[in-house]
């Protein structure tokens, strides 16, 4: 039945080891219990209702042919093309911004305190990349470290660093 079908699709990657591993790891055993019964739960629920709404009239559908899309298909194809839009949009400003910067960047290593997930360094990369003179960011939580490359002053650096929410440690530049 489709309605199992997808239940193993929504449930298998979300209770695969290393997921599960993740979670108790951030946010400790309660939360694991919670997320798994919601997880179950959740799926089981979905795919009886996903059964009841599209399962039934599928079994006989197969033969029939239909020139016209549904509004469900259209309207996932339309987020889909919208999200790539999106991602490629992204890519090509970035590619686009390493083009007009000069060959010859400084970069700039600071050491970052106050980073405490994945989060924290997504959020200060694009915040450093965002930074006119800046080429690249890459920030490391297990460092602790922002290495920033590109033609733009220490001082700015850090006080952009301290304005997200962040503690400046030390600073040095290589050339």
């Known amino acids: 039945p489709l309605g199992a079908a997808l239940v193993f699709l929504m449930a298998g990657p979300a209770t695969k080891v290393a997921t599960n591993g993740a979670v108790y790891r951030t946010h400790g055993r309660p939360n694991l219990k919670n997320y798994l019964v919601g997880i179950v739960l959740g799926s089981l629920s979905l795919g009886v209702a996903f059964e ?5 009239g599928s079994a006989g559908a197969a033969g029939h042919h239909m020139h016209s899309e549904s509004i469900m298909s259209l309207l996932a194809s339309g987020v889909m093309g919208c999200l790539l839009a999106s991602f490629a949009f992204g890519d090509l400003r970035q590619w686009l911004k390493g083009r007009r910067m000069d060959q010859s960047n400084d970069i700039v290593k600071i050491h970052v305190g106050g980073m405490t997930c994945g989060g924290c360094t997504s959020r200060l990369t694009r915040v450093l990349e965002g930074i006119d003179g800046v080429k690249s960011a890459h920030v490391s939580l297990e ?3 922002a290495t920033i490359e590109g033609r733009v002053a220490t001082d ?3 006080r952009v660093i301290e304005q997200a929410g962040f503690d400046v440690m030390e600073q040095s530049s290589d050339e």
């Open 52 to 56: 009841h709404v599209i399962g039934q």
């Open 143 to 145: 460092l602790a470290l």
């Open 156 to 158: 700015v650096l850090g």
